[in-house]
């Protein structure tokens, strides 16, 4: 059973720097991919990053490459988001989640496990 916990979410202003982290408390043996996904107020969910859970392979939206870093710990059972030069806009509610088998990297549908969110707030 897959159970994601996120941390790390907060108050920063523009420019500044914030690290998320997920973990699956599940011991998840099989985890293909775990993702991060974005919700701002009036807004759908959005793609930020995903990565491979064997490889390491990433993918980025467009709106965060070259800003946010993703990177998992394999040991802690953790992903990571590192999000550098941040942007009032990239202010939302951010998800963890997580699959077990291969699919499209992008499409929330395809990611059957998610924790509960945790706000980041960019001030201008």
């Known amino acids: 059973q897959v159970r994601l916990v996120e941390f790390g979410g907060g108050l920063v202003q523009a420019g500044g720097s914030l690290r998320l982290s997920c973990v699956d408390s599940g011991r998840t043996f099989s985890r293909n991919a775990m993702g991060w996904f974005r919700q701002a107020p009036g807004k759908e969910r959005e793609f930020v990053a995903a990565i491979s859970w064997s490889r390491g392979f990433t993918a980025y939206a467009d709106s965060v490459k070259g800003r946010f870093t993703i990177s998992r710990d394999n040991a802690k059972n953790t992903v990571y988001l590192q999000m550098d030069s941040l942007k009032p806009e990239d202010t939302a509610v951010y998800y963890c989640?997580?699959?077990?088998?291969?699919?499209?990297?992008?499409?929330?549908?395809?990611?059957?496990?998610w924790g509960q969110g945790t706000q980041v707030t960019v001030s201008s």
């Open positions: 989640a997580a699959r077990l088998s291969a699919s499209t990297w992008a499409n929330s549908k395809d990611y059957p496990y």
